[in-house]
């Protein structure tokens, strides 16, 4: 797209990463902003001569002068807005978590108002939703009624909330795109982080056990970063909240697909430990605002994300005491 930019928060998170490798791929003006000062997770994705390259700027989103700041001096027309905190995080420190994914989503909003933002995408999540029995009709629609469990997920209704809200009394739209378990190089960290430590495991021939078992959603990170880049630049109106859907599956599949790949491994899964969150979504709101919904075929995945582990580790490019975390 001509005359833009793309300013995108969280850069140094799994989903942010694969963001900025994907407007570094694209040769897309952008500035990625993270409250780390190095980008150790774009690394693993990118060529050191594409990450020397970054316009990287440090951000601190709770800060509202300095967002606003940024947003003007950078010309952002198109925000992807992906800073936050996980649900660990936020149980051991409410208030932070409640001031980095609360205020810095409200931060964002602020700036996309008055700094004439054309474009923007932020991270809401599937842990707004309730446990599987509150929802009778499947696919679970974008309008199911919200009902989180934890923290983080009340943070998310929040950030939902407030951009209905700015829609409403100022004109700002926006798209929340709800992921539910994502997977990928650069996915360290959290809970349902163990799809990802799943395939790394067995790429480094080490026992791991998946805190979880039964059905899922699964997405990507890969892409997942392009659902997010493309609900920004479709430049809603309003306030959207959409679903993500892609993969269905269970937990046991997925370690089925790593024998079949991979070979005989050393991955478990805690047995009767369901998620408690609903695995079939309808995805329709995604697909009235972006059309076609990229989905890479989960068995191409896991393949590609055995390879680049393992290539990673050739390389002594990857720190395996994650998964000991």
Same mark, same amino acid.
């Given at each position: 797209?001509?005359?833009?930019?793309?300013?995108?928060?969280?850069?140094?998170?799994?989903?942010?990463?694969?963001?900025?490798?994907?407007?570094?791929?694209?040769?897309?003006?952008?500035?990625?902003?993270?409250?780390?000062?190095?980008?150790?997770?774009?690394?693993?994705?990118?060529?050191?001569?594409?990450?020397?390259?970054?316009?990287?700027?440090?951000?601190?989103?709770?800060?509202?002068?300095?967002?606003?700041?940024?947003?003007?001096?950078?010309?952002?027309?198109?925000?992807?807005?992906?800073?936050?905190?996980?649900?660990?995080?936020?149980?051991?420190?409410?208030?932070?978590?409640?001031?980095?994914?609360?205020?810095?989503?409200?931060?964002?909003?602020?700036?996309?108002?008055?700094?004439?933002?054309?474009?923007?995408?932020?991270?809401?999540?599937?842990?707004?939703?309730?446990?599987?029995?509150?929802?009778?009709?499947?696919?679970?629609?974008?309008?199911?009624?919200?009902?989180?469990?934890?923290?983080?997920?009340?943070?998310?209704?929040?950030?939902?909330?407030?951009?209905?809200?700015?829609? /409403?009394?100022? +004109? @700002?739209? #926006?798209?929340?795109?709800?992921? %539910?378990?994502?997977?990928?190089? !650069?996915?360290?960290?959290? *809970?349902?982080?163990?799809?990802?430590?799943?395939?790394?495991?067995?790429?480094?021939?080490?026992?791991?056990?998946?805190?979880?078992?039964?059905?899922?959603?699964?997405?990507?990170?890969?892409?997942?970063?392009?659902?997010?880049?493309?609900?920004?630049?479709?430049?809603?109106?309003?306030?959207?909240?959409?679903?993500?859907?892609?993969?269905?599956?269970?937990?046991?599949?997925?370690?089925?697909?790593?024998?079949?790949?991979?070979?005989?491994?050393?991955?478990?899964?805690?047995?009767? /430990?369901?998620? +408690? @969150?609903? #695995?079939?979504?309808?995805?329709? %709101?995604?697909?009235?605002?972006? !059309?076609?919904?990229?989905? *890479?075929?989960?068995?191409?995945?896991?393949?590609?994300?055995?390879?680049?582990?393992?290539?990673?580790?050739?390389?002594?490019?990857?720190?395996?005491?994650?998964?000991?975390?």
């Amino acid at each position: 797209m001509p005359d833009t930019h793309v300013l995108v928060t969280g850069a140094n998170g799994c989903i942010g990463a694969w963001v900025t490798r994907h407007l570094s791929a694209e040769g897309t003006a952008f500035t990625a902003t993270d409250l780390a000062p190095e980008p150790t997770r774009p690394r693993l994705l990118m060529p050191e001569e594409e990450v020397a390259a970054l316009d990287w700027r440090a951000l601190d989103v709770t800060d509202t002068a300095a967002v606003r700041r940024l947003v003007a001096e950078t010309g952002a027309t198109h925000i992807v807005h992906l800073a936050g905190l996980q649900v660990p995080f936020c149980k051991a420190d409410p208030a932070l978590g409640a001031a980095v994914n609360v205020t810095g989503t409200v931060n964002i909003l602020e700036a996309a108002r008055h700094e004439g933002v054309r474009g923007l995408a932020y991270a809401s999540s599937l842990a707004v939703l309730g446990p599987p029995e509150l929802y009778p009709v499947l696919p679970v629609p974008d309008n199911a009624p919200t009902a989180p469990s934890n923290l983080y997920g009340t943070y998310k209704v929040a950030n939902e909330e407030a951009a209905r809200i700015f829609a /409403a009394d100022w +004109g @700002v739209g #926006s798209a929340g795109l709800r992921p %539910a378990i994502v997977y990928g190089v !650069g996915r360290d960290q959290g *809970m349902s982080s163990d799809i990802a430590k799943a395939i790394l495991a067995v790429a480094a021939n080490r026992p791991f056990h998946v805190r979880f078992s039964g059905p899922l959603s699964l997405q990507h990170a890969s892409d997942m970063a392009e659902m997010f880049l493309r609900a920004a630049r479709a430049e809603p109106e309003g306030a959207i909240v959409c679903n993500v859907r892609n993969s269905v599956t269970e937990v046991a599949r997925v370690l089925g697909i790593l024998e079949e790949i991979a070979g005989p491994h050393q991955v478990t899964c805690e047995e009767d /430990a369901p998620l +408690g @969150v609903p #695995s079939d979504l309808s995805d329709a %709101a995604l697909k009235q605002l972006i !059309g076609d919904i990229p989905h *890479m075929p989960l068995e191409e995945a896991i393949a590609q994300d055995l390879a680049a582990y393992r290539d990673l580790m050739e390389r002594e490019a990857i720190d395996l005491t994650q998964l000991d975390r």
